[in-house]
């Protein structure tokens, strides 16, 4: 995988793992990952799938549905990536944190829904539901960051609440911000996410 990783000034801080939207690549949330923690180390990395010429994390066969099989395979593909990447740079595999926009936040909302150890915790800017009918993983230890539009087109309040609730249910912490801009990640958005990072 495509990627770029940046070592933090403080070893005891988590691991920021960024996952980009659909079109973007490994450097479109470095600026957004600075609001959340300049001295973190950052973990960026690029889908491995082209939809159109523009990356992604996993197909879909169209708007709004994804490609269930391609998903699980590319979670786990993922998943290890996470454990070799610690391997390689030396950060903590039990310290990372996600944040993911759109495509990315549903990969990273994937990965809480099939590996307990995948994650410490995620921001999840616009996700949906990535998979339903499955059993999700005790989540206990958890933390969740949900940012969401009231009139998002692309993934509706009714999903938001959906997502909230199933990894509640799990066990999870979980906290959801609502916004009025559509699909949109805004700076308001980015402050929540880091005020909510910073008492987590």
Same mark, same amino acid.
């Given at each position: 995988?495509?990627?770029?990783?940046?070592?933090?000034?403080?070893?005891?801080?988590?691991?920021?793992?960024?996952?980009?939207?659909?079109?973007?690549?490994?450097?479109?949330?470095?600026?957004?990952?600075?609001?959340?923690?300049?001295?973190?180390?950052?973990?960026?990395?690029?889908?491995?799938?082209?939809?159109?010429?523009?990356?992604?994390?996993?197909?879909?066969?169209?708007? =709004?549905?994804? *490609?269930?099989?391609?998903?699980?395979?590319?979670? @786990? &593909? /993922? $998943?290890?990536? %996470?454990?070799? +990447?610690?391997?390689?740079?030396?950060?903590?595999?039990?310290?990372?944190?996600?944040?993911?926009?759109?495509?990315?936040?549903?990969?990273?909302?994937?990965?809480?829904?099939?590996?307990?150890?995948?994650?410490?915790?995620?921001?999840?800017?616009?996700?949906?539901?990535?998979?339903?009918?499955?059993?999700?993983?005790?989540?206990?230890?958890?933390?969740?960051?949900?940012?969401? =539009?009231?009139? *998002?087109?692309?993934?509706?309040?009714?999903?938001? @609440? &959906? /997502? $909230?609730?199933? %990894?509640?249910? +799990?066990?999870?912490?979980?906290?959801?911000?609502?916004?009025?801009?559509?699909?949109?990640?805004?700076?308001?958005?980015?402050?929540?996410?880091?005020?909510?990072?910073?008492?987590?």
């Amino acid at each position: 995988m495509k990627y770029i990783f940046h070592k933090g000034k403080d070893a005891s801080k988590p691991t920021l793992l960024l996952l980009h939207g659909t079109g973007g690549n490994e450097t479109s949330l470095l600026a957004l990952a600075e609001e959340i923690d300049k001295d973190a180390s950052m973990l960026s990395v690029r889908g491995n799938v082209l939809e159109n010429g523009m990356p992604r994390f996993f197909r879909r066969l169209r708007e =709004g549905v994804f *490609d269930e099989e391609d998903l699980i395979f590319r979670t @786990k &593909e /993922l $998943y290890e990536f %996470l454990d070799e +990447a610690a391997k390689e740079h030396g950060f903590d595999r039990d310290n990372v944190i996600a944040i993911g926009y759109s495509n990315g936040a549903n990969i990273a909302a994937s990965l809480l829904f099939h590996y307990e150890d995948a994650l410490k915790g995620a921001i999840l800017h616009h996700p949906m539901v990535p998979r339903r009918g499955i059993k999700l993983p005790n989540l206990t230890h958890t933390r969740v960051f949900i940012g969401a =539009g009231e009139n *998002d087109p692309m993934c509706t309040a009714e999903e938001s @609440k &959906e /997502l $909230y609730d199933l %990894l509640e249910k +799990a066990g999870a912490n979980v906290h959801i911000s609502w916004s009025q801009q559509g699909h949109q990640l805004t700076l308001q958005e980015v402050r929540e996410a880091a005020k909510w990072y910073e008492e987590s």
